[in-house]
Structures are given as structure tokens and as C-alpha cells.
């Protein structure tokens, strides 16, 4: 689970990673970084998941392996940043090893564009 003073609650945090934040895109999942988003310190974490994703029970299940593979990578982050997960519809197929490498693919796009990454 991801530990609760990282989760991202609040309309416009999700907002401010989406529309000011980098964006990379992958086939199952699209990350929003905004580096320094949040005043707090700790970095948070939010996920989009529609019903274009399947039933509520398939968001569900697609939701808690994006919570537990963030829970993982929080550490990687700058403090203070936004981070928004958006599953697209062929995550509701994944698997969680597909769901990874995405993640990682796309982390280590945005972490590179904000100097962090290597």
C-alpha cells in the first residue's frame, strides 16, 4: 500500500501534475511529473483510472498494482514532486511485469527531462 502521506487527495494536485507537469506516455500507463509541486516536502502520488479501463472491479485490481509499484519508486522522485499515473485502456490486459517496465520506461523519461535521472 502506498504509504498514506504520499497519497495525492486533492482536485487541483491533480491538476497542477497534469496541465504544468511533464508527460510521458507508454502503452499501458501515462506519467505526469511536476518536479517541486507540492509546498509539504513529501512527494505525492495520484491515479487516473476511467471506466474506459473496464468494470470497477478491473480498475480496482489495475489501481492497486500502479499503488504498489509507485510505493516502490517513490524514493527516485525529487522531494516534493506531483506524480499522476493514468492507466489507458490495454492496462486492464497487463501484467504486472508489463505494468513495470512501462512505469520505469516513463519515470526515467520524466526523471531525465528534470536533471534528477541519469
Request: glycine share 12%; no cysteine; net charge positive.
Amino acid at each position: 500500500m502506498l504509504p498514506s502521506g504520499h497519497r495525492m487527495r486533492r482536485r487541483h494536485e491533480f491538476t497542477l501534475a497534469v496541465r504544468r507537469g511533464d508527460r510521458a506516455g507508454r502503452p499501458y500507463l501515462v506519467a505526469h511529473l511536476l518536479p517541486g509541486g507540492n509546498d509539504g516536502g513529501n512527494s505525492l502520488a495520484g491515479f487516473i483510472v476511467s471506466k474506459a479501463v473496464g468494470n470497477s472491479v478491473v480498475r480496482g485490481r489495475v489501481q492497486r498494482r500502479l499503488r504498489h509499484l509507485v510505493r516502490d519508486r517513490l524514493p527516485l522522485l525529487p522531494p516534493g514532486s506531483l506524480l499522476v499515473v493514468r492507466a489507458n485502456p490495454k492496462a486492464a490486459s497487463a501484467s504486472s511485469e508489463e505494468l513495470a517496465r512501462d512505469l520505469d520506461s516513463a519515470l526515467g523519461r520524466l526523471l531525465k527531462q528534470s536533471g534528477k535521472g541519469q
